[in-house]
């Protein structure tokens, strides 16, 4: 079951839209499922234990690509460009786009209920579909600034999804 068929019940603010970067993007990558989405910690968990060599500044960045049921995830910094990441690590290169960058106030373990209410209810009413990108149509990004807490899953966390007018 895709990302947009879980609970839609979060209340949002209304986003702010930003013209993002171009950026590369260099994590592990799991398959999910609605089932499994609360294994999605673990996967953070191995990222951080890696070492993970080459990382440009302090943000965590989580890149979300939809599937039939569920979601492929990536657990990731960014990168240099040409930096080529360690066996078994994914890359992808997110390009310039515009985003509707929304804020997530809760638990960690929420962010799936926001991201249900983007997809379910905000997007459909906002005259605007999600962009495509050059690597297997991204779906969104999830950032994690200086002020996310991993210990107590609180603090800076944004959902960024490309936006582009609705084509009649």
């Not at 019940?9 to 950026?23: I, N």
């Not at 996967?43 to 939809?66: C, E, K, N, T, Y």
């Not at 990441?85 to 926001?114: L, Q």
Request: one cysteine or more; aromatic letters at 10%.
């Amino acid at each position: 079951m895709p990302l947009n068929q879980t609970r839609a019940t979060e209340s949002l603010p209304q986003p702010s839209f930003e013209d993002g970067r171009p950026m590369t993007i260099a994590g592990l990558r799991e398959h999910y499922t609605r089932a499994s989405l609360d294994d999605i910690p673990a996967l953070w968990q191995r990222l951080v234990a890696s070492g993970f060599p080459g990382r440009i500044g302090p943000v965590d960045h989580a890149v979300v690509f939809p599937t039939a049921d569920g979601c492929d995830y990536i657990a990731g910094y960014e990168v240099a460009g040409s930096a080529e990441p360690p066996k078994g690590f994914a890359r992808v290169e997110i390009p310039p786009r515009r985003y509707a960058v929304f804020t997530h106030d809760g638990h960690v373990s929420t962010m799936r209920n926001t991201c249900a209410s983007i997809l379910g209810t905000w997007l459909p009413a906002s005259g605007l579909q999600i962009a495509g990108t050059t690597d297997a149509d991204a779906f969104f990004l999830e950032r994690y600034g200086e002020g996310f807490d991993p210990r107590t899953g609180l603090g800076d966390m944004q959902i960024w999804v490309p936006v582009t007018e609705v084509r009649g």
